[in-house]
């Protein structure tokens, strides 16, 4: 039996560049990524996006400005956590990002993303979000650097 886990995940995007943030500590520590944590039981999907996204990096945003863009499924040979991510990305944001705890916030230009330090699956599907399409991929993982198989569809609706 598979023990799903709810998480958020948010990409900022201001003309041609996309905002991510170095993970300082904890799961994908080192890794650029867009900015999320787990969803707790008081509040909506897309309330935790907007409090994650604020508690990482200090941006602001409106839940309803986010856009559910992608479903992501993380399984782990072996382990019995499925991560369910959902992944969001808006144009509409207030503040200037700022370095917290958590996360390094950088902007990179849509074509110099860092895929060396990111999750092996972020090159597979960045360039679906890139384009604007909205999509689904599941992921199984052998470790953290290494991916057994996987599937990516893109869908025409969340
Ligand atoms: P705490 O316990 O507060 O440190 P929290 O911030 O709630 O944790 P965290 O940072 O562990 O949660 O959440 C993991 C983040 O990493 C989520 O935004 C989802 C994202 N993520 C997990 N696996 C990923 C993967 N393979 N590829 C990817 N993002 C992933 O691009
Ligand atoms: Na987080
Ligand atoms: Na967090």
């Not at 958590?102 to 990179?108: G, Q, R, S, T, V």
Request: aromatic share 14%; hydrophobic share 40%.
């Amino acid at each position: 039996m598979l023990v799903k886990k709810l998480f958020t995940l948010v990409f900022i995007n201001n003309e041609d560049q996309i905002l991510l943030g170095l993970k300082k500590r904890g799961f994908g520590v080192k890794k650029w990524n867009g900015f999320g944590g787990k969803v707790e039981p008081n509040e909506t999907i897309l309330e935790a996006a907007a409090r994650e996204l604020n508690e990482e990096c200090c941006v602001s945003v409106r839940p309803s400005d986010l856009k559910n863009i992608a479903h992501l499924e993380f399984t782990f040979e072996g382990q019995p956590t499925l991560m369910d991510v959902r992944v969001f990305s808006t144009n509409v944001f207030e503040g200037n990002p700022k370095e917290t705890e958590e996360m390094l916030p950088k902007w990179f230009k849509n074509t110099e993303v860092p895929f060396d330090d990111m999750w092996p699956d972020d090159r597979i599907w960045f360039p679906y979000m890139l384009q604007g399409k909205k999509f689904f991929g599941k992921f199984h993982y052998e470790g953290f650097d290494k991916i057994l198989n996987y599937k990516i569809e893109e869908i025409d609706c969340m």
